[in-house]
């Protein structure tokens, strides 16, 4: 049997320390992105036509870690993964169509076992959960055009979403946060809710 490395000594040594660090970056988070989750409620309140309400979604600032279930049962292999989210669920309630939309934002980092790429983001998107798909090519088209090149932007092959991101590295700030959080909000909340209207 192997004995464990010195890598895995020093880990499971400067464990306290590492998880006193990731529950204070955590704490450090949750200022911006709970402020941020007030100014997209409040904006979502004063745009979306007065047909759609906004649903009281449980998911506010859930942390996973090493994986995207509510737990684990066993250890075989823990993905490499965490996530800090936040969700906004709209819901237009008709017999005939109802449309369902989503807004979530918040960290993600991994190694590419939960998508095709690794990432370590902070990201903005919207969801489309609709029966009948409001988010179409054109659309998508239309909104990737007008936001900024400083953003990563991209949408999933079936248009069920779009979302703009940006990598975390050394110029990461509360500041350059707000700001992806405000062109989010200005190039593709503001024009499906004008789109939404009719």
Same mark, same amino acid.
């Given at each position: 049997?192997?004995?464990?490395?010195? +890598?895995?000594?020093?880990?499971? /040594?400067?464990?306290?320390? $590492?998880? #006193?660090?990731?529950?204070? !970056? *955590?704490?450090?988070?949750?200022?911006?992105?709970?402020?941020?989750?007030?100014?997209?409620?409040?904006? +979502?309140?004063?745009?979306?036509? /007065?047909?759609?309400?906004? $649903?009281? #979604?449980?998911?506010?600032? !859930? *942390?996973?870690?090493?994986?995207?279930?509510?737990?684990?049962?066993?250890?075989?292999?823990?993905?490499?993964?965490?996530?800090?989210?936040?969700?906004?669920?709209?819901?237009?309630?008709?017999?005939?169509?109802?449309?369902k939309l989503a807004v979530v934002f918040g960290y993600v980092c991994d190694d590419g076992h939960v998508c095709d790429r690794s990432q370590n983001v902070i990201y903005f998107q919207l969801f489309d959960e609709s029966e009948k798909q409001f988010l179409d090519s054109e659309l998508l088209d239309e909104?990737?055009?007008?936001?900024?090149?400083?953003?990563?932007?991209?949408?999933?092959?079936?248009?069920?979403?779009?979302?703009?991101?940006?990598?975390?590295?050394?110029?990461?700030?509360?500041?350059?946060?707000?700001?992806?959080?405000?062109?989010?909000?200005?190039?593709?909340?503001?024009?499906?809710?004008?789109?939404?209207?009719?």
């Amino acid at each position: 049997m192997q004995d464990l490395s010195q +890598l895995n000594k020093k880990c499971l /040594s400067d464990m306290p320390m $590492l998880l #006193d660090i990731m529950t204070t !970056t *955590i704490d450090q988070l949750e200022i911006p992105f709970s402020s941020i989750y007030d100014k997209i409620e409040n904006f +979502l309140e004063e745009n979306l036509p /007065s047909k759609f309400q906004l $649903l009281d #979604d449980w998911e506010r600032g !859930t *942390i996973y870690l090493f994986s995207d279930d509510y737990k684990r049962r066993y250890l075989e292999a823990p993905i490499p993964f965490m996530e800090i989210k936040y969700r906004l669920g709209i819901e237009q309630d008709l017999k005939r169509s109802s449309q369902k939309l989503a807004v979530v934002f918040g960290y993600v980092c991994d190694d590419g076992h939960v998508c095709d790429r690794s990432q370590n983001v902070i990201y903005f998107q919207l969801f489309d959960e609709s029966e009948k798909q409001f988010l179409d090519s054109e659309l998508l088209d239309e909104l990737k055009q007008n936001i900024p090149a400083e953003w990563g932007i991209d949408s999933t092959e079936d248009n069920s979403s779009i979302w703009i991101e940006f990598d975390v590295d050394e110029t990461l700030s509360v500041e350059k946060i707000n700001r992806c959080a405000e062109d989010f909000n200005k190039y593709i909340l503001q024009p499906v809710c004008e789109k939404l209207k009719g």
